[in-house]
């Protein structure tokens, strides 16, 4: 079966840091660009950032948001991506997906999430 | 920074067409991709690269982009037809903008 499994989610405190994990299983992930996406409670999809793949120099690119405070890298051994979370705020507090980009650039599939709670 | 907008709610009656925009600057020039999230669930891919249906996603779905479609401006278009109560869902459309991907905020779609 194709599918993205999250893991590493859970409660931290305020400027504290936290690392997920998206391991795929029934495909490689080597060819692809993985992304993350976030969803606060209630509210819609955010994108936080992608990292390419090794013929793309493993590229990564981040949302305004996030950007100096997370990074994005990738395992291809391991068919793992990664989301580095630090100088966590209050705000990052959401469900985060990870996601395959396809060759056609859509995002084809998606993890069931994890959540992440940024709170004191 | 690039915005996506989208009506935050459009109600259908069951059986009837349910239509959800998607609206930005110069969006005919841009692929949209439009996904639908139930309650609880991931999103799922229903449309890319304005009108192609990934396998399994229902004919009901259809899409268009003022680029490529009858529709005039900035505006992509989700339509659903034959709308059913397992439709009852939040969509999302998006493009990409520089490399980066830009998310509409969402219709919730009621089915009455």
């Not at chain 1, 100096?68 to 890298?73: A, E, Q």
Request: charged residues 15%; contains cysteine.
């Amino acid at each position: 079966e194709v599918q993205l499994v999250e893991s590493g989610g859970g409660l931290v405190q305020p400027g504290g840091s936290l690392k997920l994990s998206c391991a795929a299983s029934g495909f490689s992930i080597s060819d692809s660009a993985m992304h993350w996406v976030r969803q606060a409670s209630g509210k819609g999809l955010e994108w936080v950032g992608r990292v390419r793949s090794k013929v793309n120099s493993y590229a990564t690119a981040y949302g305004a948001s996030v950007k100096g405070r997370f990074t994005i890298s990738r395992d291809d051994s391991k068919n793992t991506a990664y989301l580095q979370m630090n100088s966590l705020k209050t705000e990052d507090t959401a469900i985060y997906y990870c996601t395959r980009e396809y060759s056609t650039g859509f995002y084809d599939i998606w993890g069931q999430g994890t959540m992440v709670t940024v709170s004191s | 920074s690039y915005e996506l907008t989208q009506p935050p709610s459009v109600s259908v009656s069951p059986g009837q067409t349910a239509s959800i925009t998607c609206s930005g600057d110069k969006l005919g020039g841009k692929y949209i991709s439009w996904f639908q999230q139930k309650p609880g669930q991931s999103p799922v891919v229903l449309i890319y690269q304005d009108t192609k249906r990934p396998s399994g996603i229902p004919e009901r779905f259809s899409g268009s982009n003022s680029g490529n479609a009858a529709n005039s401006g900035n505006t992509a278009i989700l339509t659903i037809s034959g709308t059913q109560a397992m439709d009852e869902a939040d969509y999302y459309c998006q493009a990409w903008d520089s490399s980066t991907a830009i998310f509409g905020g969402g219709t919730k779609l009621t089915v009455l």
